[in-house]
């Protein structure tokens, strides 16, 4: 049975990675009450290796729901063991391509995970757009699917993302887990949010893209872990002086551009300092460090403790303690 796993592992077949996640649902579940959180993806649009873009997966015995779906993320979540069967929805904070690339992924691998009902996307105003694109997109890709499968295995109805579209406030209360979705600033991208989740007295709040603003401090405060967009700014600063030197004149624009619509280093010291926050994680990296410079270039300015989150970090907080687990 072994070397069976190993050969189907190996070429990466889908069906029995399903039925993995449904082995690892069934371990979560029996062993973990609390909330987990899995980082799904950990970079920018600056490619870095290992590391896919932005996505964090929210799991309790009950739940699972994804935050942002980038490239490459899908797959860093079934590497991971991410139980898919059990997702209901993906919460997007906006709609830069490295936060929704991966969501035919992730509806494929739930869908043939066994997801009883369909995929909910959920998002501010302009997420109907984005739904019914994709579903046009992948009509045919679902098409073949059900005609290879049979419609026994793949339900054709479940293999069709719905979208719902929320504000501000909380947006879920289900069986213990609330989830309340708050306006960030990522200008010139409006209406952008972040998600505070709750659940068993522990919580978690995770940015998207955002500078550190008043409403994130507030939010912050009190929570367990935060999980905030970060940039060194030196090293896209560095980045850019080296894409002028080099001639390549759009890719210094670029560099310049981005410059003022993530966190920077010195933003994310006023937010562990004006809010009472359990654990700061950084992801979204704006370049992920590949090497002890770009690492300290991250945490030189921001006290002790901070994590640098890597693709596949687990981070757990069980039900009505303070402890927090990073694996
Ligand atoms: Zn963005
Ligand atoms: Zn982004």
């Not at 929805?89 to 066994?114: E, K, Y």
């Not at 978690?204 to 872990?225: A, F, H, M, Q, Y």
Request: proline fraction near 5%.
């Amino acid at each position: 049975m072994k070397i069976i796993f190993f050969i189907l592992s190996t070429i990466g077949v889908s069906l029995f990675s399903a039925g993995a996640d449904a082995q690892n649902s069934a371990i979560s579940t029996a062993s973990f009450d609390g909330l987990k959180v899995t980082l799904c993806g950990t970079s920018s649009p600056l490619v870095a290796p290992g590391r896919a873009q932005a996505c964090v997966a929210v799991e309790t015995p009950e739940h699972l729901y994804i935050i942002d779906a980038g490239s490459g993320s899908s797959a860093t979540a079934t590497l991971s063991g991410i139980p898919t069967g059990k997702l209901r929805a993906i919460l997007l904070t906006h709609f830069h391509s490295d936060h929704i690339s991966d969501i035919g992924d992730f509806n494929l691998s739930s869908w043939v995970a066994g997801r009883p009902m369909p995929l909910q996307i959920i998002g501010p105003e302009g997420v109907e757009r984005i739904t019914e694109g994709l579903n046009m997109t992948y009509e045919l890709d679902r098409k073949y699917r059900v005609a290879h499968h049979g419609q026994e295995l793949l339900d054709p109805e479940l293999g069709i993302l719905h979208s719902h579209t929320i504000e501000e406030g909380v947006i879920l209360d289900d069986n213990g887990l609330r989830i309340t979705a708050f306006e960030v600033s990522h200008p010139p991208v409006e209406p952008a949010f972040g998600y505070r989740i709750d659940y068993g007295e522990r919580s978690v709040v995770i940015s998207g893209d955002s500078l550190v603003t008043d409403k994130i401090i507030e939010i912050s405060d009190g929570v367990d872990l935060v999980l905030h967009d970060a940039m060194a700014l030196q090293l896209v600063q560095g980045a850019e002086n080296a894409a002028r030197s080099f001639g390549n004149s759009r890719r210094a624009t670029v560099l310049h551009d981005i410059q003022d619509y993530h966190a920077t280093t010195a933003d994310l010291q006023r937010l562990v300092t004006e809010a009472d926050i359990g654990q700061l994680a950084l992801y979204h990296l704006v370049p992920a460090p590949r090497n002890a410079m770009g690492i300290a270039a991250f945490t030189r300015e921001i006290p002790n403790g901070i994590i640098l989150t890597e693709d596949g970090m687990v981070i757990a907080l069980p039900s009505n303690s303070e402890e927090i687990n990073i694996d």
